[in-house]
T-cell receptor, first 116, second 115 residues
């Protein structure tokens, strides 16, 4: 079975500070996708990024960047120059290639509070 | 372009009762998945419907059942409610067989409280 762990339950920062969210996953499969989702107070989960297990290249997309390291089974996510609107719960998730469909395994989430 | 819509947004039931939650997928999507999110936890996969059939199921008892209609909308039914069924129930839609595996569009959820 797969497992996703987000050790940080809550992070509080002041606007314009950078925020890094940690994610560690467990799976015996070698082919999988990793995701980050954002859940604002309204409740819906919003897709942010997806990475497949073959591609460890780290990228930057706007104020978001991620660090994927298979050797340590980690998929960390950074918000640069945080804004109040970034306040939300962030979830790391995993799905196996062979699973198909939408059976995501989510971590417990990290609540981010950005203060003005 | 309407996104994923769910109803009702909030409801309160008592133990032993039955509940039906409804979901309309995003326009152009044909697949609906349901997730249960207990307070302070991550969502857990309940099941997925495509072509009016249950295609995948998570570790949930038979008290949890569903249905998909020809217009792709879906219902989640929970029988014999327990206190532990209190949660936010999220519906997610996507296109089956596409390359966007896991990139789901979620509704705002139905918050169920069981007393």
């Amino acid at each position: 079975a797969q497992k996703v762990t987000q050790a940080q339950t809550e992070i509080s920062v002041v606007e314009k500070e950078d925020v890094t969210l940690d994610c560690v996953y467990e799976t015996r499969d070698t082919t999988y996708y990793l995701f980050w989702y954002k859940q604002p107070p309204s409740g819906e989960l919003v897709f942010l990024i997806r990475r497949n297990s073959f591609d460890e290249q780290n990228e930057i997309s706007g104020r978001y960047s991620w660090n994927f390291q298979k050797s340590t089974s980690s998929f960390n996510f950074t918000i640069t120059a945080s804004q109040v609107v970034d306040s939300a719960v962030y979830f790391c998730a995993l799905i196996l290639f062979k699973a198909a469909g939408n059976k995501l395994t989510f971590g417990g989430g990290t609540r981010v509070l950005v203060k003005p | 372009d309407a996104g994923v819509t769910q109803s009702p947004t909030h409801l309160i039931k008592t133990r032993g009762q039955q509940v039906t939650l409804r979901c309309s997928p995003k326009s152009g999507h044909d697949t609906v998945s349901w997730y249960q999110q207990a307070l302070g936890q991550g969502p857990q996969f309940i099941f997925q419907y495509y072509e009016e059939e249950e295609r995948q199921r998570g570790n949930f008892p038979d008290r949890f059942s569903g249905h998909q209609f020809p217009n792709y909308s879906s219902e989640l039914n929970v029988n014999a409610l327990l206190l532990g069924d209190s949660a936010l129930y999220l519906c997610a839609s996507s296109s089956f067989g596409g390359t966007n595996t896991g990139e789901l569009f979620f509704g705002e959820g139905s918050r169920l409280t069981v007393l």
